[in-house]
Each structure stands twice: as structure tokens, then as C-alpha cells.
């Protein structure tokens, strides 16, 4: 099973993610070697078994224990196809599977698929349904399944599933094919209308025996969800002994998984009377769990949130979960469970957080329902969605990535029966599905990959930090959880209180009882803040949600190697251990064709993961096996190596009116990019001494950035003193030893090369990830930018000297000019000071751009302004006369510096509208007139810690313009830390990415935040052109404080995450706003009340308007004629409509307004993207 998933991850490389366009034919004909060879060797891929040990599925025979992380892949239905095959090709839909996570998929089928219809072709069963459409999307994407028969296409799911190193379970779960479930529908138990236990018997022995050979169908369910009147105790007996001896009997291979009564919620007849079947260690149990189980939605909505999941906790572990405890434990598989991932539904929302707690602590292995978006056909309707399932209606990307992200604990074996190591803690958040980790002195949530270990012995003792003296001390109220060594104060012991028993709490100083708290909207620090319902449980009176204070301790033994557990790492990666893929850690929330513009760095890892698999191989017990793959893989590591030395070619940029663009195909190129210093006294990229090379880079491209505004200082190349300096002379003379020694432990091969040598091996490490690279002239004298008198501020000034300006951007124009991953220069950073005029500027200007032109007339030139990169507005009266051959770009720089902060504090909406003026007034004129050109806003960033308040509104408003207009743009910056600034060692940089060791992200959420700005929404077209003038009208509702687009779904409108999106129009105020491909339109209910889309479009709720001076507000009337305006609900990511913020009753901006109006801003966003 190992071999396999090793062979299976380098033919998905290969076959889907070809390095560069230089090596396009090389990776076709990589893609027909790969499937010759994975086609070859797949008779020997997969052969073991599995068994169960206590209460642990395992392998045999080494007895390593196999967790199902596994997703439900719904076949049963009346076209008995798996959904989903008319949107997208079966490969491409298994591949997601695993690039998901999953490790198995639960494939649903029906008893009559195979003992009445098994001679009916795919294509004659949507026939007979009508399904003309469906069938369409089958011959595009699948023909080669339309003349299979459905029993014939379910086993090449089977084996396609396979091929991806994905294990499958086959669930019988129903009779007739047809949507599941309900009491009286003659499928719910044995004797029912349509449920002949004979003929179920003889479909299990059919299937059993049809995957004898098919190893990596691993397990048979023998029924889903028994029910109805005629449920009983005494047959349940007698036919789920005779189904599990008919699977075993035929096919003894098999797990056999057997459900109970009530919809798979009830087991606790076997307390009184074991089933005592004697499988061979072959026996599995499976239960369900809804949020509308036992009709409980409700009880989630109208009584303490804490009481009500201490309630349903305790009722499964009495009706189901005691069954992995005792003196005769068995496997619990939690065969479905599942939540509408739009995130409306409150009720889900916190049935999902509290059932997560409890699959993470008992660490048991799940199915999710459901991997399918959409279905052919389900209860008489046609290519209805399921908001329940992973993937969008039209399957090509994640519904929810931020659902998916709280899958990443529980994908992970958090026990290993077989470990030797001590047992101890971690600390999970299920809200969010974060991991506590300490970074410095604090607490944080982030990805469970990197999570730290704690003990704590029970309640009124500490949390220490395992391996450490430290421990968790709080240090009041609002304020950051902190280690500290003072380990009994009543600071530092911790009790769980609430009824969930899941809220770790202690007592501040005044005896006021606060509780751990993370709230993922804000940043990524654990905070302590007063207990939410932990006093008023007892009575049932609280109704707020403790969600954010809910950090489940939960038992860990880290999992050996060879396990057999796909897992994502999220932002930054961590060392992954030997059982994981690269590729499995990749998975980002774009659509399946972005999936598949994957990095160069990848083939890199790869080589690793065929070494093991050669490895492996050699220590086979099979002697063929070992000499077939060793071989195989030798050949194919030949060619990746052939690969990874090819070189990388980026595309050459021009521009086109106001767009850059690829000068070959003319399709537009957006640059997304990330300010890196490299031009400080030290003269080193920064950071280099706190990670690897290749790590940063990494991580750059795991953001989401394509480019990496690079910044250097011309005394660098053009003083003699400092060309031939190498690294490590440079960090002597500064007497950075510190620095010193981390480039020596991180980036050793660095400290003997030239500081202009170290400069191009991080672009050229960039480049290998392909990142673009733009390389910024920022100062002369190697120091910190900015101010009037440091004499780098304009030609002429003491360190300015125009000669040698002229001078180092032909210098760095040549040495660049053969390496593609250098698509710009900019000639000079922030022009200013006392002696910037206009003259000088037009006159050097036009000698830079020429010197750079000359040398390197393949690269874009980017030109500033004056005032710091604020005003090109003398531009308006005397064009810039270059002839550039569509290279020229202008930049300019956007900060809240100097913004008075009252003015965003009191008057938000007023000063967005008059700041936005003046940049557009200075610099974003550009974009238009006669003759537009490209503005790259190269420099724009906040404090990431979030304190500022006036930042964080002045970056909602900048972030609105950025949309509207689609910019490109850098932000300042990724640094963490400056290895010496102006004067200080090891400053931090609160605007920095990374945090000051650059381990973690700064504010895990801020990237969030820019998800819609990575994306490109405007420019040269998507479509073709006869389609562009019909789509161009189309709007994406964003909402800047957030970063988040509104999604309609099924009426309902929520804030998502902007890798999807809905489609809107809007013909200006007073007008509609209609949702596309629909008839109906956006509406305001009430005050307080979800907006919602209804048909009816014709009244006054319908009607919305822009509002106050930002024109960020959207604005219609209720029923009773009252003003409202859509607000984001950041509790649960509805959106709602309430009184305008900030406005009068005649919506005119109040003079002086102490609330914040930007949860209120909303910007229509054209876009010509589908």
C-alpha cells in the first residue's frame, strides 16, 4: 500500500504539473512513460489486508494501525453512477480525493444495481431518466463510460480511486436505487417492501466476490441506516450474523462493517448481548450523527450551547461509542457525518465544532458526507447541489476551504497503539480546527502540523509545555496567554468548567473566573477572556456561543512512520514524515485547472519520496516485486532529475493600455507580489539567517504570491568596497554574529559567496518556484528608506550620485539579462526631499529607463513619482515621453502614515471617500485617458497585530480600491525581522508576513484577507470575445474588512471565501441586484434579518443604492419603509441588513461617528471571470 501511494503521488507530478512550457513535451512524454509503468506494476501495488486489533483497524501483518479518513462518494441513486461524472473526468476527481486528504472513499451502492439492472449500460440508465443534460457532461468528460455497464463503471471508479493510493468501502445503502433515507420508503429494514433479505444476501455475495482481486477495496458495509416501524432486535441479529458471514465467506480479505438500529445511532442492545460473530478479526462497527439527529436542531438554537453538546456527547458515547471501551473493545467507524458548509446554518455550526472535539479525543476513524456537490438526479429534481458536499455544484473547486481546514487534526492519527512514546496533550480548537502553539512567549492557534505538546494532570493544576519548565499563564482579562516558569500561581493552574467540560479556565486577580479564548476574525493569539455560559449552564438561561473558548485538551502519541494517513500542512509547511506526499500538502482553495499550475520545487521532493521508494522496494519480501519497482523507479528518477536540472523559463512581459501581459499570448499577467529587503547595511535578503532558502521561498509561493519585489542598494554593485564583499565579511564588519551564525546553520552555502552572488541564488530560487522577481533600485547607501534628508532621496543628493545611479542599473539590467525570472526594474524607490523637482525628474527618468532599455529590452520598467511614490499628477500636463516599446509601468505607494488617526477613527466614511479621491487624483489617473498604462501599487501594508485601529480602517478602504480597480500590486513586506535597522539588531517588523523568527505567519487570518486581490477579476479576456461583452457586466459583492465574496445559496447569502463566488448585476442605484443564471435578486428582510433572494423583484427591498460619501454602503428599504444596509454578520458569515452605520436618517454621514461602518462596506466588483 506504501509502494503504491509513492508510485501513484510521482505519476500525479508528472502527469498534471509539468515544470515549465519548456518542458511541455518532455512531461507528455513523461505522462504516457508513467501510465506504461503505474499500469505495469499495478497488479503488485496493493496487497495487504486489513484487520482490527482492540478497537484499532490495522494492517496485516506488521500490524500498524490504518485510520479511515475517509469521504462519502454517493452511487446510489437512480442513475447508479457516481455523481459528479458529467462535470468533471473521473481522474481528475479522484486526484482531488487525495489531494484532499482523504485516504478512502465510502462508494454507496444499491442491492438492485447488481441483482436486476446489471446488464443496463450507463448511457441507457440517463436515458431512461431523461437526463440529457448529465448525459452531455458524460460524453465530454467520461465517454469512455457511457457503454460500460453501471456495475462496470462502479469498478472503474473503483480502480481509478485506487490508482490514487485511495481505499474504498462499499456501503450498501439502499435496495431500490433511489435518495436515502425516511421510515416508510420500504428500503429501512429487512422485510421491508423493497427489502428481500434473500436478495440482499445474494447482492452482498455478488459484490464480495466481484472485488476478490481488488485490493484496495479494503471493507463492505452490510446496510445503511436501518429504521422504520418494523426495526427489531430479534432480526437484526439473525440477518446481520448471516450478511457478515456471506461477505466473509466469499471474500475473507474484507472488513465488515455493521450498522445498528435508528439511523446507525443505537448499539446499546449489544450491552446485553454481544453479536458474537467470529470474523477473524474482521469486525467493524459504524454509526451516524447529525445536527437533526433525533430532531436536535433546535436544542442547538434554544439552550446553552455547552449543555446541549455535554448532551449529545454524552448520548453517543452511551448508544455507540461505548462499543470502543470495555473488556472486548472493537473498531467504531463514524461512517457519516456532516454539515451544510455554506455556514448559515447555526445549528450545523455548532453541532460541528462539538462533535469534532469528540472524533479528535477518541481519535476515531470517519467518513464525511459528502464528497459530491451535486447530484444527476435526487428526488425528482434535476443537478440539485449538496451544500453538504467538499466540492462546488460544478465541482471545481472547495465549497468551503475554511471547513476543510478543520478537518486537518482528525485526518492525523493522533494515537498509535503500537507507540512506545509517553502520552501526552494537545490543544484543539474545533471552532476553527487550530492546534495551540507557542511562538516566542505566546500562545497562538495555528495549523495542527506543528502543534506543541502539553501536560496537565487535572483540574487546579498547570499546563506545562512537555519538555520544558513552562507553563500557560494568564494575564488578564482581553490580554494574550503567556509561558512563563511561576507554574502554581492562580494564573498558572486550570481547571475545565462548563457543562461541555470543554473551557479551560482559571481566576484572575480579582477571583473573576476567564477562559481561554481564540477568535480566528481577529488574530491568531489565544487570549483569556471572562467565561462565556460557564456560570449559567445549570439553568439552561445562557444562550451566547462559547465556540471560540472551546480549546479541547486531547490525548497524543505521535505516529510512527509507514502509516498509511494523507495530510495538508496549510500556510507553512513543517518536515513531514516519511509516510507523506508531497503532493497531499499542496491542496489550495483555487479551482482544478489553478490546482494544477503547481511549483518546480515539488520534483525536488519528489526525488526524496522515490528514494524511499527504491528503499522500500529493496526490502520487500517479494523478491519480483523489488526488482520491478527498483528498476521502474531508477528510470523515473533519471528523468526527474533531467527535470528539476531543466531550466525554468518565465514569460516575457509587455503591456497593453493599462494591463501587463504575457508578450506572446496577450493574456493578462497580474502581479501579486511581496515586498523582500535585501538593500539594508547588511546588503542580504532578509531573514536568511532564521530559515532556509528554499523554506522562505516556499512559503512565498504557499501565500499565494507570484512575484517578489526584491530591493537593493546601487553602492552594492557599483563601490568596489562592497563587490568582491563576501556574506559572511559583511555581517563581520557589521559584528552580526548572531546573524552570522544562523546563516551558517540555515544557509551555509551562502556565506562564501558575493553579496551580489547571494543576491542572484535567491532569485534564482525564486525562480525555480516560479516566482517573478522585480528588482527595486530603493536606495544608493545601503540603510533604512525613508526620509527627506538621508541623501538618497533625489539626483544630486549626497549618496544620490546620478553617474553612478545610471551606472548600477546597467549593471544589474546585464547581469540579469539572460535570467527570466526578472521580469522589471524599478528605477528608483520613493523619490523626495527638499530638492525633488519636476525638471530633474523628467530628465533622469528618461536616462534610467534608457539605460535599463539598452542593456535588457526584455523587461518591464517601472517609474515612480515624487513625494514618496505619491504624485504623478504633474503627468496630467506634460507626458513622459519614452519610447519603451510597451515596457513602461508606473508605480505608486499607498500608506495611512500621516493620515490624522481621528479622522479614520470619527469620520471613516468621509476620509475613505476623500483619501481614495487623492490617490486616484495623484496616481491612479493613469489607469485611464487617453493613453492608459499600468499602475503597479508597489508598496502598501498595515501592523498586522491589529491594534490599530485606524489601520485596520484605512486598509478596508484601501483594500476597495485595490479590488474595484484590479491592481497589481506588492505588499510591504514578508520580513519578520531586519538582521540590523537603523542601528538595532533583530528588529521586528510588525508589518512583516512572517513573525519575528519567520516560523508562523504574523496574523494567520490578514491572508485571508487578501484572497480576493490574489485573483485576477479584470482585464484581457477569459471568454471568448463573443462571449465577453455579454459577461463583462457581471459583479462579485466583496466585502473588504473581511476579504470575503457573497455567495448565494438556495435563497440564502452568506461572506465566503473568495476562491468562489456568486455572480451579480446591478444596473446602478434604485435597481436590482440580480443574481446570474437566476431570477431573483437580492432583498432585505428587516432589521437584523438575513437578506436573502426571492423572485420577487419588483419591490422597494429589492432597490439598493449607494449610501455616504465612501459609497461603500448598499443601502434598500424594508417593508415598513426604513433604511437599511447589508452588514457582515462575523459570528457566523451571514449577511444580514441593519440601520446604516455612521449615516443619518437622510443616509448623509454624521458629522463625527465612534462606531466602525466598515462591517457595512460592500463593493460591487466587475469582473469578465466566470
Known amino acids: 500500500m506504501h509502494i503504491c501511494m509513492r508510485i501513484n503521488v510521482l505519476y500525479n507530478l508528472c502527469l498534471h504539473h509539468p515544470v515549465n512550457r519548456g518542458s511541455r513535451e518532455m512531461g507528455k512524454a513523461m505522462q504516457a512513460l508513467f501510465v506504461t509503468l503505474l499500469f505495469s506494476f499495478a497488479t503488485l501495488s496493493h496487497s495487504l489486508p486489513l484487520s482490527t486489533n482492540s478497537r484499532w483497524i490495522v494492517e496485516e501483518p506488521a500490524g500498524d494501525r490504518v485510520k479511515f479518513a475517509c469521504v462519502n462518494w454517493a452511487a446510489h441513486l437512480k442513475p447508479m453512477l457516481a455523481e459528479g461524472l458529467d462535470k468533471q473526468p473521473l481522474s481528475a476527481i479522484a486526484r482531488h480525493v487525495a489531494l484532499m486528504g482523504f485516504n478512502c472513499v465510502r462508494l454507496t451502492w444499491a442491492t438492485f444495481m447488481f441483482t436486476r439492472y446489471s446488464n443496463l449500460t ?90 476478490k482481486d481488488t485490493s484496495m477495496v479494503v471493507a463492505m458495509s452490510l446496510r445503511n441506516e436501518l429504521r422504520g416501524p418494523r426495526q427489531n432486535e430479534t432480526e437484526w441479529y439473525r440477518y446481520v450474523r448471516k450478511g457478515a458471514l456471506t461477505i466473509h465467506h466469499v471474500n475473507p480479505n474484507l472488513l465488515v462493517l455493521v450498522s445498528g438500529l435508528a439511523y446507525d445511532t443505537d448499539f446499546t442492545f449489544l450491552k446485553t448481548k454481544p453479536l458474537g460473530l467470529k470474523l477473524d478479526k474482521k469486525l467493524v462497527y459504524e454509526a451516524h450523527r447529525y445536527s437533526f439527529t433525533d430532531s436536535q436542531s433546535d436544542l442547538w438554537l434554544n439552550q ?23 473488556s472486548n473493545p472493537t473498531p467504531l467507524f463514524v461512517s457519516e457525518f456532516g454539515v451544510n458548509q455554506m455556514g448559515v446554518n447555526q445549528a450545523d455550526n455548532l453541532f460541528l465544532s462539538c462533535f469534532l472535539a469528540y472524533l479528535a479525543e477518541l481519535d476515531l476513524d470517519w467518513a464525511l458526507w459528502a464528497l459530491q456537490g451535486s447530484y444527476y438526479l435526487r428526488q425528482g429534481s434535476l443537478d440539485t447541489e449538496e451544500t453538504y458536499g467538499m466540492l462546488t455544484a460544478n465541482w471545481t473547486q472547495l465549497r468551503s476551504p475554511q471547513f476543510h481546514e478543520k478537518l486537518q487534526l482528525i485526518q492525523q492519527k493522533i494515537q498509535d497503539p503500537k507507540s512506545r512514546k509517553s502520552e501526552n496533550k494537545i490543544m484543539y480548537h474545533p471552532m476553527s480546527g487550530r492546534c495551540v502553539r ?52 492562580e494564573e498558572s493552574t486550570w481547571r475545565l468548567v462548563s457543562g461541555s467540560k470543554f473551557q479551560m479556565a482559571n481566576k484572575d486577580e480579582n477571583g473573576t473566573d476567564l477562559c481561554m479564548d481564540y477568535d480566528p476574525s481577529y488574530s491568531s493569539t489565544v487570549l483569556t477572556k471572562k467565561c462565556i455560559c460557564s456560570a449559567d449552564d445549570d439553568s439552561s438561561n445562557c444562550l451566547e456561543n462559547p465556540e471560540s473558548q472551546w480549546p479541547r485538551p486531547g490525548r497524543h502519541e505521535n505516529a510512527p512512520s509507514g502509516t498509511f494517513v494523507g495530510r495538508r500542512d496549510g500556510l507553512f509547511k513543517q518536515p513531514l514524515p516519511s509516510h507523506s506526499s508531497p503532493v497531499y500538502d499542496l491542496l489550495l482553495p483555487l479551482s482544478f485547472s489553478e490546482q494544477a499550475i503547481y511549483n518546480g520545487y515539488q520534483y525536488r521532493q519528489a526525488l526524496f519520496e522515490h528514494w524511499n521508494l527504491m528503499t522500500l522496494a529493496l526490502h520487500s519480501d517479494d523478491p519480483i516485486r523489488g526488482i520491478i519497482v527498483t528498476t521502474l523507479s531508477i528510470i523515473l528518477l533519471v528523468i526527474l532529475v533531467f527535470v528539476i536540472t531543466f531550466p525554468h523559463t518565465h514569460q516575457v512581459l509587455s503591456t497593453k493600455s493599462r494591463w501587463i501581459i504575457d508578450a506572446k499570448s496577450g493574456q493578462r499577467v497580474k502581479l501579486t507580489c511581496v515586498n523582500w529587503p535585501g538593500h539594508l547595511r547588511p546588503m542580504i535578503p532578509e531573514g536568511l539567517q532564521k530559515k532556509p532558502l528554499k523554506d522562505i521561498v516556499e512559503n512565498v509561493t504557499l501565500m499565494g504570491f507570484n512575484c517578489v519585489r526584491l530591493t537593493w542598494a546601487t553602492h552594492m554593485f557599483t563601490r568596489a568596497a562592497y563587490t568582491s564583499l563576501t556574506v559572511a565579511q559583511s555581517l563581520d564588519r557589521l559584528n552580526l554574529k548572531a546573524a552570522n551564525a544562523g546563516l551558517a546553520e540555515n544557509n551555509p552555502q551562502l556565506l562564501d559567496l558575493t553579496l551580489i552572488d547571494c543576491q542572484e541564488a535567491v532569485i ?3 525562480g525555480a518556484h516560479d516566482i517573478m522577481v522585480v528588482l527595486d533600485n530603493h536606495v544608493s547607501q545601503p540603510e533604512w528608506c525613508c526620509s527627506d534628508n538621508d541623501g538618497n532621496g533625489f539626483f544630486g543628493d549626497t549618496y544620490f550620485r546620478p553617474k553612478e545611479w545610471l551606472k548600477g542599473l546597467t549593471l544589474v539590467a546585464k547581469r540579469y539579462k539572460h535570467n527570466p525570472s526578472v521580469v522589471a526594474m524599478s528605477m528608483r524607490n520613493e523619490l523626495r526631499g527638499p530638492r525633488q523637482n519636476g525638471e530633474a525628474w523628467y530628465h533622469y527618468i528618461q536616462e534610467g529607463a534608457t539605460a535599463i ?20 499628477s504633474f503627468l496630467k500636463k506634460k507626458p513622459l515621453r519614452l519610447s519603451l516599446n510597451t515596457k513602461l509601468v508606473y508605480e505608486a505607494h499607498w500608506y495611512a502614515f500621516g493620515d490624522p488617526p481621528e479622522k479614520w477613527l470619527f469620520q471613516t466614511n468621509q476620509f475613505c471617500a476623500s483619501i481614495t479621491q487623492w490617490f486616484m487624483s495623484q496616481s491612479g489617473f493613469v489607469l485611464g485617458g487617453e493613453n492608459p498604462a499600468p499602475l503597479f501599487l508597489s508598496e502598501f501594508g498595515k501592523d498586522q497585530r491589529g491594534a490599530n485601529e485606524a489601520e485596520n480602517r484605512y486598509f478596508s478602504c484601501l483594500m476597495a480600491t485595490v479590488a474595484e480597480r484590479d491592481l497589481d500590486w506588492a505588499y510591504w513586506g514578508l520580513q519578520g525581522s531586519y538582521m540590523l535597522r537603523e542601528g538595532q539588531v533583530e528588529m521586528e517588523e510588525p508589518y512583516g508576513l512572517f513573525d519575528a523568527n519567520w516560523e508562523n505567519a504574523r496574523n494567520s487570518t490578514f491572508l485571508d484577507r487578501l484572497q480576493h486581490v490574489l485573483k485576477m477579476t479584470q482585464g484581457m479576456p477569459f471568454f471568448s470575445s463573443s462571449s465577453k461583452s455579454k459577461d463583462s457586466r457581471y459583479c462579485v459583492i466583496y466585502h473588504p474588512q473581511s476579504g470575503k465574496c457573497l455567495q448565494a445559496d438556495r435563497g440564502n447569502v452568506s461572506a465566503t471565501n473568495c476562491h468562489h463566488w456568486s455572480l451579480w448585476s446591478h444596473d446602478g442605484d434604485g435597481s436590482p441586484i440580480w443574481l446570474r443564471r437566476n ?58 441588513t441593519k440601520k446604516c452605520v455612521c449615516l443619518g436618517d437622510d443616509l448623509n454621514d454624521v458629522p463625527w461617528c465612534s462606531e466602525d461602518p466598515t462591517r457595512q462596506w460592500f463593493k460591487l466588483i466587475s469582473t469578465n471571470k466566470k
Not at 446553552?304 to 470495555?326: A, H, P, Q, R, W
Request: charged share 20%; net charge negative; with cysteine.
Open 853 to 872: 532599455q539598452l542593456e535588457n529590452p526584455k523587461v518591464l520598467v517601472i517609474v515612480s513619482g515624487l513625494s514618496f511614490e505619491t504624485d504623478l
Open 438 to 489: 507557542v511562538d516566542r512567549n505566546e500562545t497562538h492557534a495555528s495549523d495542527c502540523w506543528g502543534m506543541s505538546h502539553w501536560s496537565h494532570d487535572g483540574d487546579g493544576t498547570p499546563v506545562k509545555l512537555v519538555g520544558t519548565p513552562w507553563c500557560l499563564t494568564a494575564l488578564g482579562d482581553g490580554l494574550p496567554v503567556i509561558l512563563t516558569s511561576e507554574c502554581y500561581s
Open 764 to 766: 534564482n530560487e525564486l
Open 1079 to 1136: 431570477s431573483g435578486c437580492l432583498a432585505a428582510v428587516g432589521d437584523g434579518q438575513p437578506a436573502v433572494v426571492t423572485t420577487n423583484c419588483s419591490s422597494q427591498q429589492c432597490l439598493w443604492r449607494y449610501v455616504s460619501s465612501s459609497k461603500l454602503h448598499l443601502a434598500a428599504k424594508d417593508d415598513q419603509g426604513r433604511d437599511l444596509c447589508l452588514e457582515w454578520n462575523s459570528s457566523n458569515s451571514t449577511i444580514v
Open 122 to 211: 450507463v448511457a441507457q440508465s440517463f436515458h431512461n431518466l431523461g437526463l440529457k443534460e448529465a448525459m452531455a457532461g458524460l460524453e465530454k468528460y467520461n465517454p469512455g463510460l457511457l457503454d460500460l455497464t453501471v456495475i462496470d463503471a462502479q469498478k472503474a471508479v473503483i480502480e481509478e480511486l485506487g490508482a490514487h493510493g485511495v481505499m474504498v468501502v462499499l456501503d450498501n445503502q439502499m435496495t431500490t436505487p433511489m435518495w436515502c433515507c425516511s421510515d416508510d420508503d420500504g428500503n429501512g429494514f429487512f422485510g421491508d417492501k423493497y427489502f428481500n433479505p434473500k436478495e440482499w444476501l445474494r447482492g452482498l455475495a455478488i459484490v464480495a466476490k466481484r472485488y
Open 304 to 326: 446553552s450551547v455547552n449543555l446541549v453538546c455535554d448532551m449529545v456527547i454524552t448520548e453517543v458515547k452511551n448508544k455507540t461509542g461505548f462499543l470502543v471501551t470495555g
